[in-house]
């Protein structure tokens, strides 16, 4: 089964603040994500990449960097952190086995919170 | 149903009882997919059914897909208390790969 490892799994930071959450996939998937997920909402995409050293722009990219370093390893940077961006953050991977098609594996998950 | 920016859905029922949930979607998709979020945990793949098919089952589960209307359904039969959680479903957005977007969901709620 595809392993997802997300750190750390709480983070407390304050407004201004810079924070990078990581995560590392040791299943050689090609496609990694970054989703946040708000109470009373679904999955919302923030960044993706298909190898390393690409990034492609999600749907709530605003106030988000990210690098994929290897493979493995994709970075969410916080460089500002606002009380907005409170919330549960989640990686992903995927072997993309085509549009719509491929299979997200998640790990458990970041909760950040800006106070 | 859920779809995207809808409220969490929430359903409560007895344990051994039949629940059936709906997703509906506004854009041309060929491929649906049902994730389950149990607490502390991120979400995992349940079914992915394609427009070809229109009816998948896995075990106690069963996935339709109806393009014409553009809806999906999940059903689970003879729930059990571990069922208990949220239910995504999640459609593809163009020929990008990662581009699925996830439903608000489904909080399922099965008592003992």
């Known amino acids: 089964e595809a392993a997802v490892t997300q750190s750390p799994r709480n983070k407390v930071t304050v407004t201004g603040g810079n924070v990078t959450l990581s995560c590392r996939q040791t299943?050689?998937?090609?496609?990694m994500y970054w989703y946040r997920q708000d109470t009373g909402h679904g999955l919302r995409l923030i960044h993706y990449?298909?190898?390393?050293?690409?990034?492609q722009i999600g749907d709530v990219p605003d106030g988000y960097k990210a690098t994929r370093t290897t493979q493995e390893d994709f970075f969410l940077l916080l460089e500002l952190a606002s009380p907005s961006q409170t919330s549960l953050y989640f990686c992903?991977?995927?072997?993309?086995?085509?549009?719509?098609?491929?299979?997200?594996?998640f790990g458990s998950g970041t909760r950040l919170t800006v106070l | 149903s859920q779809w995207g920016e809808e409220n969490l859905q929430a359903l409560s029922i007895q344990e051994g009882e039949d629940v059936t949930m709906n997703c509906s979607y506004k854009?041309?998709?060929?491929?649906v997919q049902w994730y389950r979020q149990k607490s502390g945990k991120g979400p995992a793949q349940l079914i992915l059914i394609r427009s070809n098919e229109r009816e998948k089952r896995s075990g106690r589960l069963r996935a339709t897909l109806d393009t014409s209307s553009q809806s999906s359904s999940l059903s689970i039969t003879g729930t059990l208390a571990t069922d208990t959680a949220v239910y995504f479903c999640a459609t593809e957005r163009g020929s990008a790969l990662g581009r699925l977007h996830f439903g608000a969901g489904t909080q399922l709620i099965v008592i003992p």
């Open positions: 992903a991977s995927s072997d993309a086995g085509g549009a719509g098609a491929e299979t997200l594996y």
């Open positions: 990449s298909y190898g390393a050293g690409n990034l």
């Open positions: 854009t041309y998709t060929t491929v």
């Open positions: 299943n050689s998937h090609n496609y």
